[in-house]
């Protein structure tokens, strides 16, 4: 079961990332009797700068569930279908920014198409309703003329971000490939009147094992608005981030967007898939694992693989 929606810890390091745990453990064989399965997880090694490392073998990796130290059989740069669905702010309030959010999400998709091109990408808009705007499977061309129906509706005022979030969830669980993703791009401050509860959104997210990538922005209207209530949606762009393996950026302006959805598929593109031992026994609740590399910092579901 996830940890709670308002227990989770969270880390504000530069871009989100988590600091890499300062052990590495060693191989351990399995006792005799004991019957092991194998596990996967989908994680991300990122320098002191960073930019991805991609020179990691085997050898590099430790892994801990529950404190317990745990034999990794693979390490290797992931080939899996990346399965991505992204959430777009569609509130009459992004008018300003509606050209720098388009561009951002243009130079995102490209970047994940041509980086695997069996990708599969969704968007959905929201404001006071959340709606497909291109669903799982659909051709390049489809999602480029999606992109370009992200506007301003100027009817709503508030957002329905979380029920947008369960919707990401239930196309994710359908998703053939494991190796899953949510983006997010939302804008700071206004009204969530989504009446689905943070915990259920909490929940449902954890449940399909993606990463949640959040990138919040501010403008003219976000900065004359600043503390109206979104509580609820910020509760889960604050804390699962992190405990999915993904991060939560803050960025001063629109124009800023374009960059950091680049970098976002860049981190996406150089994800490992670590396959370890596990020994029957009670499900563990924490994942954990770090590298033999000075300075690395760690994307890393906390939610172990089923």
Do not use: C
């Not at 943070?198 to 449940?207: D, E, H, M, R, T």
Request: glycine letters at 6%; a positive charge.
């Amino acid at each position: 079961m996830p940890a709670s929606v308002r227990t989770i810890r969270t880390s504000g390091v530069s871009l989100g990332l988590v600091l890499a745990i300062a052990w590495l453990a060693p191989t351990l064989a399995a006792r005799p009797g004991i019957r092991v399965d194998s596990k996967s997880a989908f994680v991300t090694a990122l320098d002191s700068t960073s930019n991805p490392i991609t020179d990691l073998t085997k050898d590099d990796w430790g892994v801990r569930e529950d404190g317990q130290n745990r034999k990794v059989i693979d390490a290797k740069p992931a080939t899996e279908p990346l399965t991505v669905v992204v959430l777009v702010d569609m509130t009459r309030w992004v008018q300003s920014s509606v050209k720098e959010m388009r561009t951002a999400l243009t130079t995102f998709t490209h970047a994940i198409q041509t980086g695997q091109p069996s990708a599969s990408i969704a968007i959905i808009g929201f404001g006071t309703q959340a709606q497909t705007l291109v669903d799982l499977g659909k051709p390049a061309a489809d999602v480029e003329k999606a992109i370009g129906k992200v506007v301003a509706d100027q009817s709503s005022q508030s957002t329905v971000m979380l029920e947008a979030f369960m919707d990401a969830a239930k196309k994710l669980g359908q998703a053939p490939s494991a190796r899953r993703a949510i983006v997010t791009l939302n804008l700071e401050g206004f009204d969530e009147t989504s009446s689905v509860q943070p915990q259920n959104v909490a929940n449902a997210v954890l449940g399909t094992h993606a990463s949640l990538w959040a990138v919040t922005f501010k403008n003219a209207e976000s900065a004359r608005v600043k503390g109206m209530g979104g509580q609820n949606r910020d509760q889960i762009l604050t804390n699962i981030p992190s405990q999915s393996g993904g991060i939560r950026v803050t960025v001063g302006t629109s124009s800023a967007l374009e960059a950091q959805l680049q970098k976002i598929a860049q981190v996406l593109l150089a994800q490992y898939v670590v396959t370890y031992e596990r020994p029957e026994g009670p499900a563990p609740k924490r994942l954990q694992m770090a590298v033999a590399r000075p300075g690395a910092q760690m994307l890393v579901p906390q939610v172990p693989p089923q």
